[in-house]
């Protein structure tokens, strides 16, 4: 279902673990993670919530149908590593661009942030970013756009005394890819994530709409209050302040005339707060609340129509 107001579906009663029941566990220790090799485990390594044989027993709530993967011939990719003095050590990145085109070409870009415990190899479900924009959508090729991804930590790609991976995204990354030609003025950037990192491509998108020029954002883990944060990951933010600064929801307007679009499943732990955002959203972004948790299943059915609705506001 896509919609723009965003109410839940009810959970069923007859679930042993229903979304409901894991909310009377406190939101905040009520966030788990089972990513699917995009998210890693969230909390559950924290120890605050069941492990996945019980979100496992939500009876077919977590179960979505796996989308068939068609690409083009896959276009070239390039992995490689260099210093951030943003965050003050060495981080790895890949870039892959679409096929039938080459380094130097102007293309439009994706920054694709991974999410918690994930790096710049994992940062997809299912699928490498070479992948992703060979990826065919209801049967034709997406349109020719490039990818980078990169490690950005477990952090919440939020500033941290002596890391700051927005800054190394908005200063080092992003200015490198420009100099290969992609995301270059007049082409467009857009930013997109699972998870942690669909909160960052939105804080992204929130902090610096005058260089995003679209988001998706896939599950996002997203909380309404710096308790639940500290609650669930302790390192998610450096302290209340922070969370203020950077507090998806309470900046939600900053993405006004921006094209957004955001997906979470109705048994996803972090479904309260997507619904907090939603709605302090500016009209017009594009909601779909629908079955699903926070799994890979769930990632990887939304990555087709998110690059999809990317492609349809990057590429002219």
């Known amino acids: 279902m896509t919609s723009q107001s965003a109410t839940p579906a009810a959970g069923g009663e007859e679930r042993r673990w229903t979304r409901r029941r894991f909310l009377k566990l406190g939101v905040g220790s009520a966030i788990a993670v089972v990513a699917g090799g995009a998210a890693g485990f969230e909390l559950i390594s924290h120890g605050v919530l069941p492990g996945k044989e019980e979100l496992d027993q939500l009876d077919g709530a977590c179960s979505v149908p796996s989308p068939p993967l068609p690409f083009s011939p896959l276009g070239p990719s390039v992995s490689g590593r260099f210093h951030s003095r943003a965050r003050g050590r060495e981080v790895g990145y890949t870039i ?8 130097g070409d102007a293309l439009a ?4 942030l991974h999410g918690y415990g994930g790096n710049h190899a994992s940062a997809l479900a299912g699928m490498t970013p070479a992948q992703a924009v060979a990826l065919h959508v209801e049967g034709r090729p997406l349109a020719p756009m490039a990818m980078v991804t990169v ?3 477990g952090g919440y790609w939020n500033p941290h005394p002596g890391d700051n991976p927005m800054a190394m995204v908005i200063d080092e990354l992003i200015p490198m890819c420009q100099r290969m030609g992609l995301g270059r003025p007049p082409q467009r950037i857009g930013t997109m994530g699972i998870s942690m990192g669909g909160y960052g491509a939105l804080l992204l998108a929130e902090k610096y709409p005058e260089l995003i020029s679209a988001v998706a954002a896939i599950s996002p883990a997203i909380w309404t209050t710096y308790a639940q944060a500290q609650a669930a990951n302790r390192g998610a933010y450096a302290s209340a302040t922070d969370f203020s600064d950077d507090d998806a929801v309470t900046h939600a307007a900053a993405l006004a005339g921006l094209p957004v ?24 972004a594009l909601v779909e609340f629908s079955k699903g948790c926070h799994t890979g299943p769930f990632f990887v059915a939304q990555e087709f129509p998110s690059l999809a609705f990317l492609a349809r506001h990057l590429v002219p």
């Open 109 to 112: 870009l994706i920054v694709m």
């Open 96 to 103: 892959a661009l679409p096929p039938g085109h080459q380094m």
């Open 261 to 284: 679009r955001i997906a979470s499943g109705n048994d996803d732990p972090f479904h309260p707060g997507v619904v907090a955002l939603c709605a302090a959203l500016p009209a017009g």
């Open 151 to 153: 490690d950005g930590g």
